[in-house]
């Protein structure tokens, strides 16, 4: 069987962000055997803010295009989403609006696709409660978010750390393992 695409990304645009830290950190654990993962940086694929009156004039941004080719060309997402006053981030609901308008490949890129989400915050919940506004808005997609999820507190020094990192790495590693054997039955 060719291999299993992977797109992986964070829901932030900061240079030095801790989901995108993360999200880096996850991808290393995925056995590249068996999985092609792609990470990309949505700061890549700026995107104005979502307005209807734009969207008429112009169609889908060309940023928007692009994304949505890569997303369907893959068959599963991991996301690593900052927590903002108890939510996922503005770029990242922008991203995923605009990937949801026509254009650019038939279909709905989301339906029917696993995903994995992750979060990372320097607070005591690592982005706990930002991680169930996303899995309710996914799974209205209808993307299948897995169970397992990990959320890192205080990620200011847990990944500025390689000791630490290590010790992460060994609790992302089994919940990846999980999250590819659904994505093969998916695929
Ligand atoms: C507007 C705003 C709201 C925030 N709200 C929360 C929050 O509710 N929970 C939390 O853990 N961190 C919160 N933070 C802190 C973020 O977790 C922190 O800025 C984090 O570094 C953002 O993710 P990034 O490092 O991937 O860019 C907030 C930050 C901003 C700017």
Same mark, same amino acid.
Do not use: C
């Given at each position: 069987?060719?291999?299993?695409?992977?797109?992986?990304?964070?829901?932030?645009?900061?240079?030095? @962000?801790?989901?995108?830290? *993360?999200?880096? *950190?996850?991808?290393?654990?995925?056995?590249?055997?068996?999985?092609?993962?792609?990470? %990309?940086?949505?700061?890549?694929?700026?995107?104005?803010?979502?307005?209807?009156?734009?969207?008429?004039?112009?169609?889908?941004?060309?940023?928007?295009?692009?994304?949505?080719?890569?997303?369907?060309?893959?068959?599963?997402?991991? %996301?690593? @989403?900052?927590?903002?006053?108890? @939510?996922?981030?503005?770029?990242?609901?922008?991203?995923?609006?605009?990937?949801?308008?026509?254009?650019?490949?038939? !279909? @709905?890129?989301?339906?029917?696709?696993?995903?994995?989400?992750?979060?990372?915050?320097?607070? !005591?919940? !690592?982005?706990?409660?930002?991680?169930?506004?996303?899995?309710?808005?996914? !799974?209205?997609?209808?993307?299948?978010?897995?169970?397992?999820?990990?959320?890192?507190?205080?990620?200011?020094?847990?990944?500025?750390?390689?000791?630490?990192?290590?010790? *992460?790495?060994?609790?992302?590693?089994?919940?990846?393992?999980?999250?590819?054997?659904?994505?093969?039955?998916?695929?």
């Amino acid at each position: 069987m060719d291999k299993l695409k992977i797109l992986a990304f964070a829901g932030s645009t900061r240079k030095d @962000s801790y989901n995108k830290q *993360l999200i880096r *950190l996850a991808a290393e654990v995925f056995d590249d055997t068996q999985v092609e993962i792609t990470v %990309i940086d949505l700061k890549d694929f700026p995107m104005p803010l979502y307005d209807g009156d734009h969207e008429g004039a112009n169609g889908l941004p060309e940023k928007a295009s692009e994304l949505k080719k890569l997303m369907a060309d893959a068959h599963a997402f991991m %996301i690593s @989403s900052p927590e903002y006053n108890g @939510s996922f981030s503005a770029v990242l609901k922008n991203t995923i609006d605009w990937t949801t308008r026509p254009g650019a490949v038939e !279909g @709905s890129v989301y339906q029917g696709k696993p995903a994995l989400i992750i979060s990372a915050s320097p607070g !005591g919940l !690592g982005g706990l409660r930002g991680l169930r506004h996303l899995r309710e808005l996914l !799974g209205n997609l209808g993307v299948l978010v897995v169970p397992a999820q990990h959320a890192v507190s205080k990620a200011h020094e847990v990944l500025g750390d390689e000791t630490s990192s290590e010790e *992460l790495k060994k609790i992302l590693t089994p919940m990846v393992a999980g999250f590819v054997e659904i994505v093969k039955k998916f695929a």
